[in-house]
């Protein structure tokens, strides 16, 4: 079990290599490799489907700016934390924000595993978290 | 003025409002202690990572796509799909003397109920041993006051000496009288105000024992008065098994403490053999390869980076440490054992057999030794009892072959006379240590042949009169041989002297 485990993440890391274009996941290479699983049909094909789905649902999320925001935030704001965030992680990222009463004010920006927290409910969790 | 804090009110604005970067995971599996995170690709080995609801945890695998990390705390309330974040600091624990006289469990959290524990330093729990330029030779001695220990099997400070046998056979008394027997010598040192007495603190690191056990160590020590020189760290069985891991390098963290501070410590690592068996589980878990009885390949690795960790320091203090291994049925060869052998300076090896003869402690002479020697004996010891290991390892061996015979001649039978009065007089009751000027005295006693008319039978009832004679008549000699650490012509004419009145008393 633990064999076919392996296997299964050793081809869902190949063929998640090969969904990238200039190291962007590309909906037609996904596309494609899907339907090669689909006709190939290779060992426990629902264990590499779901190994290749996470990966790429991490590097999705790696290439995406989520901004979390209390009040209203202009477009400008927006695009100048994508540009700034671009610039750091050296790749282009997509901007989606998202409204979050419960941060209280101020703004969480998520960029894959990384979170940058600039609001008063961050604050105060650390505030709690020191006492 | 208004202007001056308005700037640096400003400035605190401004740094406050900076945003925090954090980085994240989510716990993909979590079993026996162990979770598989998604994410946390800043996360480093070893790094302390923050689980919800105040748990934390330890990276421990750095893979591809997935951390492997154990978790110390209450697994209970963690779930998939959590959410983890780095802290970017290793595992620390409380150190310093407000631990003493305190039980704190793998993370130095009380868990006596004397309420909180105000430290003001932490260490972290690994780091890497001393080097060779910092040390210094062993020498000075640590006293267990088990005469059969610190007259043939010397243990001195900073040495690593290995406690080993089957179980039930006392090896855990040891440890505790070695303890008790530091508090003793702390009372006595400290009271003398002596400017150059060098107290002995002792940590005691339980891992993998029963909750009742532990209440029991500690109950000794309270009822010798010795707490107040000792610190307790507990991981019972039921502790999870990254706890049981971490236990003994938490303890060493507060030993280091007292080495890196000019102090001396002692610390008692009760058992590794429980400890690799815990850290095996957590590798089985974390699915590393497995090598000889299902142990992981680093588990040689795992003790000698802990027991490395023990020296003497030049111009600073030392931590001395006695690990314990439990063996099965008498084997050394097994693969634990033979590891920690391999890495101490010596082993107390106690045999079943002896134990049921009655012989307590059931030090086998034969096995054990004490690779520093005697560079760690004061000389009055060296004196009054060199020459005993060699005398038992005759009298064991004659005794071995006087089975198959009766006829004996003078001399081999003096000498199985002999050695059969030293393993009497070697026999001491369990929390019970002995000062080491009391010991001189009685193998004093023994050397010149004071104990020859005595039946074998009778030699511990006229060791421990003996004793009750020297402590209760003869405070002033005793403290003489302490002070004086060897015996002149002058300290051996007053010791015959007194035991010349004990002989006339005890035969009266």
Known sequence: MAGHAKQAQQLARQLFKLSLVDGVVSAENVGGILAWVEKHRPANPLMVLKAYQRLVALELARGQVRVEHAGAISDHVLQSISAALAKKYGRPLAIAAQPNPALLAGLRVRVGDDIYESSAAGQLAALAAAL | ?508
């Open chain 2, 1 to 508: 003025m208004s202007t001056i804090l308005e700037q640096i009110e400003s400035q605190i604005a401004k740094l406050s409002s900076h945003a925090v970067k954090k980085n994240t995971g989510n716990i993909r599996t979590i079993a026996d202690g162990v979770a598989k995170i998604d994410g946390l690709s800043d996360v480093m080995y070893n790094e302390m990572v923050q689980f919800p609801g105040g748990a934390i945890g330890i990276a421990l695998n750095l893979e591809t796509d997935e951390v492997g990390c154990v978790v110390l705390g209450d697994i209970s309330q963690l779930k998939e799909g959590d959410e983890v974040t780095t802290t970017g600091k290793l595992l620390s624990v409380p150190v310093g003397k407000a631990l003493l006289g305190r039980a704190v469990d793998a993370l130095g959290n009380p868990v006596d109920g004397k309420g909180p524990i105000d430290a003001k330093e932490t260490y972290p729990v690994e780091k890497i041993a001393p080097g060779i330029i910092v040390r210094k030779s062993v020498s000075q001695p640590l006293f267990t006051g088990i005469m059969a220990i610190d007259s043939m099997i010397p243990i001195g400070r900073g040495q690593r000496e290995l406690i080993i046998g089957d179980r039930g056979t006392g090896k855990t008394t040891i440890a505790i009288d070695t303890i008790i027997n530091q508090a003793k010598i702390n009372k006595v040192g400290l009271a003398s105000g002596d400017p150059k007495f060098r107290p002995v603190y002792s940590i005691y690191v339980a891992v993998g024992q029963k909750n009742s056990n532990i209440v029991r160590t500690i109950g000794a020590l309270e009822a010798a008065d010795a707490m107040q020189y000792t610190i307790i760290v507990a991981a019972a069985a039921a502790d999870n098994p990254a706890n049981q891991y971490i236990a003994p390098y938490s303890g060493a963290a507060m030993g280091e403490w007292f080495m890196e501070n000019g102090m001396d410590a002692l610390i008692v690592y009760d058992d590794l053999s429980k400890h690799a068996v815990a850290y095996r589980q957590i590798s089985l878990i974390l699915k590393r390869p497995s090598g000889r009885e299902a142990y992981p390949g680093d588990v040689f690795y795992l003790h000698s980076r802990l027991l490395e960790r023990a020296a003497r320091l030049d111009g600073k203090g030392s931590l001395t440490a006695l690990p314990i291994i439990e063996t099965l049925a008498g084997d050394v060869s097994a693969y634990i054992p033979t590891n920690v052998i391999s890495i101490t300076d010596g082993q107390i090896f106690l045999e079943t057999d002896l134990f049921n003869q009655g012989i307590r402690p059931a030090v086998s002479v034969g096995l054990s030794v004490s690779r520093v020697g005697s560079a760690a004996q004061i000389k009055a010891t060296k004196q009054v009892g060199g020459k005993l290991k060699g005398e038992l390892a005759q009298f064991r061996e004659l005794a071995a072959f006087a089975q198959f015979g009766s006829d004996l001649d003078a001399k081999t039978k003096a000498q199985l006379d002999r050695g059969s009065r030293i393993v009497e007089l070697f026999k001491q009751p369990a929390f019970n240590p002995i000062l080491i000027e009391t010991q001189v005295a009685v193998l004093f006693a023994m050397q010149k042949g004071f104990f020859d008319p005595i039946e074998v039978k009778k030699i511990v009832d006229a060791a421990t009169s003996l004793k009750a004679f020297f402590t209760t008549r003869q405070e002033a000699l005793l403290t003489e041989i302490r002070t004086k650490a060897a015996l002149d012509k002058d300290l051996e004419a007053k010791l015959q002297a007194a035991c010349e009145a004990w002989k006339s008393s005890y035969g009266a």
